[in-house]
């Protein structure tokens, strides 16, 4: 049974402590965050949080990230706090950006995924806020079954767990789009380990320059040299095609191959900045702000829309733009054209 708690004309406070209790019964709440809607437990019951992993059929080794609406929150969980850590949450908490900070004895083993690390964000969502005061720190990956994309829309959250989960609260759609920035604190010099809903440019301007994991651009293969590939995450059913390079040969390239794969009748779904000729067409919109926006919708919407390939338009990695090519890219499976 699944209550859908609507939300929508904002905070309630009486729904709150409803879900909040649901929370402090070892229960599954899916909830907004500016950044995408998250599927909640409590963080430090280790039952509880087992049950995510279930629900999402989410590998044990993948860590979550732990979701406070204090900064005093951060001292029972971490063993360490750095003063990076403390200039960064001063300057960008509430807000979407992930800490991962040295773990205290307080955070179970299966929140963390067995690492002797902790991943910490406070979310800038009143909604989001509201719960976690309500009741405790909260364990929350993005609500989408593992590899789908992630939900932007209470909606997408229903397509995914109706009936698997104990509440949905309906906040209506997020702000950002795109998950939140993950900068590690405890190696050598800080990492970027994800690219997300705060700039890296930002970040770098608080505490100097930051190092980019290997992971986070890739790899960056050519479509012809890859096609068997089969690394999936963020994905639709149809298969997703990028396409990269200068914008306009990019948006040549995008009607040249609408072309090709109609011509070999498949069904053709479009997702860019400019209106294109397709059998299903979504506009991702003008500036990065609305890509990130719009992008999970976007798959989700031309999935729908029952289309056999998706061809996605690239844009440049700055700002968000970061964040939006490599959920691109690991939704295309690294199928990248370039034009
Ligand atoms: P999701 O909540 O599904 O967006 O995924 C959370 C992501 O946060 C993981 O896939 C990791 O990239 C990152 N993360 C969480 N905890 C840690 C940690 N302790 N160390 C490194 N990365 C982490
Ligand atoms: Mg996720």
């Known amino acids: 049974m699944t209550v859908v708690i609507n939300m929508r004309d904002g905070l309630d406070e009486r ?18 965050t ?23 059929g989410r590998p044990a080794d993948n860590p979550l990230i732990i979701h406070i609406a204090d900064f005093n929150d951060l001292k029972r969980l971490a063993r360490e706090i750095p003063e990076e850590a403390r200039l960064l949450a001063e300057k960008f908490w509430p807000g979407p950006l992930t800490l991962v900070l040295p773990r205290s ?3 179970p083993d299966v929140t963390t995924g067995g690492l002797d690390t902790v991943a910490v964000r406070m979310p800038a969502h009143p909604i989001a806020l509201s719960l976690i005061r309500a009741s405790t720190p909260v364990a929350a990956p ?3 079954i593992s590899g789908r994309p992630s939900p932007t829309l209470a909606e997408h959250v229903i397509d995914d767990f109706y009936g698997r ?24 010099r800080p990492t970027l380990l994800r690219p997300g809903g705060l700039p890296l440019e930002e970040i770098e301007n608080v ?52 072309k090709e794969y109609r011509s070999e009748g ?5 997702m860019a900045t400019e209106e294109t000729e397709a059998d299903a067409f979504f506009h991702l919109g003008k500036t990065t702000e609305e890509v990130a926006r719009n992008l999970f919708k976007a798959l989700r919407e031309l999935d729908r829309r029952g289309v056999d390939v998706i061809i996605g338009e690239g844009i440049e990695e700055k700002g968000l733009g970061l964040a939006v090519m490599n959920r691109l890219r690991k939704a295309a499976g690294y199928r990248i054209v370039r034009a």
């Not at 989960?165 to 050598?188: N, P, R, W």
């Not at 960056?220 to 390079?245: F, W």
């Not at 498949?266 to 479009?270: E, F, I, Q």
């Open 15 to 32: 729904k709150i402590r409803i879900a909040a209790r649901f929370i402090l019964e070892e229960k599954l709440v899916a909830f907004p």
């Open 34 to 56: 500016e950044t995408v809607y998250g599927l909640g437990a409590d963080a430090l019951n280790a039952s509880a949080v087992k049950r995510i992993f279930e629900a999402k």
């Open 105 to 107: 004895e307080e955070v």
């Open 142 to 144: 993005s609500a989408n």
């Open 165 to 188: 989960i104990e509440a949905i609260i309906d906040g209506g759609e997020t702000k950002v789009g795109v998950e939140s920035t993950v900068i590690d604190l405890t190696s050598e």
């Open 207 to 258: 505490i100097g320059e930051v190092e980019i994991h290997p992971a986070v651009k890739g790899k960056l293969v050519d479509i012809a040299r890859a096609p068997g590939m089969k690394y999936r995450h963020y994905s639709p059913n149809a298969q997703v095609v990028v396409v990269e390079g200068p914008r306009e040969r990019v948006r040549a390239k995008i009607r040249e191959l609408v």
């Open 266 to 270: 498949l069904r053709v779904g479009v």
